[in-house]
């Protein structure tokens, strides 16, 4: 069992609709990232965040440590919102110290009909 | 403008080869990391850097070796001991800590001839 996990790995929706991709992870973690991949291949990041919310434009990331879940919302769905999201750990390890290495989940494949 | 570049975008192996992967950034980042992906998968950890001249093994580290001589350069090379090097390989940048952004290349695509 991967200890970061995302739900749905694949997402259809139409344009206008609120959607909303999960993480869930099994261990501590210092941080979590939300990225953006695009067809092409490259990556862009979305999100950091170690508590609380975020909210970026129609993008908006929450976290909750004690349930060990993250969700990533989009409001007012578009066409040009459909790519692969993925979310990314920095887990903690022995003695509660850890450096930047990011455990990913597999990627929520998101595509948005017009 | 401050960015990551790989290169090539494209790049064949024979069978038997060594070839290398090249990362530049000019962000000014102490640290750098190669990831793997496979479809269907998420990326996967290959080797990373938190300084000049240092660098550790991930979680995939066989098959591959990277060096660090320069703080801008994170050159990955993928061996002939790596049996299916065909993947897409992103490599990425941040400062130093585990809050921070990674900041990521767009990636070469890596297949076996």
């Known amino acids: 069992k991967n200890e970061v996990e995302q739900s749905p790995q694949n997402l259809t929706a139409q344009e206008g609709e609120f959607i909303t991709i999960n993480c869930s992870y099994s261990v501590g973690i210092s941080a979590l990232h939300w990225l953006q991949q695009h067809p092409g291949g490259g990556i862009v990041s979305l999100f950091m965040l170690s508590s609380g919310k975020k909210k970026h434009g129609r993008l908006i990331a929450t976290i909750n440590i004690q349930e060990k879940h993250s969700s990533l919302h989009i409001t007012a769905s578009h066409p040009r919102d459909s790519a692969v999201y993925i979310c990314?750990?920095?887990?903690?390890?022995?003695?509660?110290?850890?450096?930047?290495?990011?455990?990913f989940g597999q990627g929520t494949i998101l595509t948005v009909h017009p | 403008d401050g960015g990551i570049t790989q290169s090539p975008k494209y790049l064949f192996r024979k069978e038997g080869q060594n070839v290398t992967l090249s990362c530049e950034q000019n962000l000014n980042h102490d640290a750098m990391y190669w990831y793997r992906q496979d479809p269907g998968q998420g990326l996967r950890l290959i080797y990373y850097?938190?300084?000049?001249?240092?660098?550790q093994k991930g979680d995939i580290a066989e098959g591959y070796s990277v060096s660090r001589e320069k703080k801008e350069s994170f050159p990955l090379t993928v061996t002939s001991a790596q049996k299916n090097p065909t993947a897409f390989y992103l490599c990425?940048?941040?400062?130093?800590?585990?809050?921070?952004?990674?900041?990521f290349g767009p990636g070469t695509r890596l297949l076996v001839l």
């Open positions: 990314a750990a920095v887990l903690l390890i022995a003695g509660g110290t850890s450096y930047g290495k990011l455990t």
């Open positions: 850097s938190q300084i000049v001249n240092d660098f």
């Open positions: 990425a940048s941040s400062f130093g800590g585990p809050q921070v952004v990674q900041y």
